[in-house]
């Protein structure tokens, strides 16, 4: 296949779990209502499973997945421990228009972990703005929450987008980070909060293992959040 969109319009999950061997992009869309992640469970959008899931991948776009686009949010989510070996590039678009435009994190997380001890190996590329910035916890659409008792550890690159280049981290679970990442806007760990003011997702715990780097032109830690540096081997 060319391409695919995965997502839901209304509540429902989409559940890729085994692999699959089409080669071309992937796009998640999901309904864009404030209540599409809760603290209580992970109610539309994507939920990646199994190693692969995302197609066939080289590293690059082309083979990539896509998160959003600029008039409707897209959630992906990882759970039940998958270890994403599959060098899939992530790209985050940033919502600047439609019935919520320039409200970012309508929801918890455009990338979520909602299970177990979960793995993903691809680079991740930032999408630009600062949406709503004079709204508290809103600021980007490049949020990753981890829910409790769930650990997500990124080994791939974090890299710059568009403008802005922001990332937050949020939830009661870990994000830990082992690369050299590139990204250079501000790192946030402290509470995400939507528009309607209807959630309210305990500021992240952040990990720097190893080689793990996050940006610091702006570093944010607030609302009990939290950053480990731990130099031991990956």
């Keep these: 296949k060319g391409s695919n969109t995965a997502g839901s319009s209304g509540d429902g999950i989409v559940v890729f779990g085994t692999t699959n061997t089409y080669s071309g992009t992937t796009t998640v869309l999901s309904a864009d209502y404030p209540q599409s992640m809760t603290t209580t469970g992970f109610t539309r959008g994507l939920l990646v499973t199994a190693n692969g899931a995302l197609g066939t991948a080289d590293g690059t776009a082309a083979t990539g997945t896509t998160i959003g686009s600029t008039n409707q949010h897209g959630f992906l989510a990882f759970g039940g421990g998958v270890n994403y070996t599959s060098p899939e590039l992530i790209t985050i678009t940033q919502v600047t228009s439609g019935t ?135």
Excluded at 105 to 118: P, V
Excluded at 122 to 149: F, M, Q
Excluded at 191 to 200: F, M
Excluded at 225 to 231: A, E, H, I, Q, Y
């Design 100 to 234: 919520f435009g320039g409200y970012a994190n309508m929801t918890n997380g455009t990338i979520r972990s909602i299970s177990g001890n979960n793995t993903f190996a691809g680079g991740i590329v930032l999408g630009g703005g600062t949406a709503a910035a004079n709204i508290t916890g809103h600021s980007t659409d490049n949020v990753v929450t981890v829910d409790a008792g769930s650990t997500l550890t990124l080994t791939g690159v974090i890299q710059n987008g568009a403008a802005g280049n922001i990332l937050q981290v949020a939830g009661p679970g870990s994000l830990v980070l082992t690369n050299t990442n590139t990204y250079s806007g501000s790192t946030l760990v402290k509470k995400l909060t939507n528009y309607p003011g209807t959630l309210n997702i305990p500021a992240g715990n952040l990990v720097l293992r190893g080689t793990g780097s996050a940006a610091s032109s702006a570093f944010v830690i607030a609302n009990g959040g939290t950053l480990t540096v731990d130099s031991s081997a990956n």
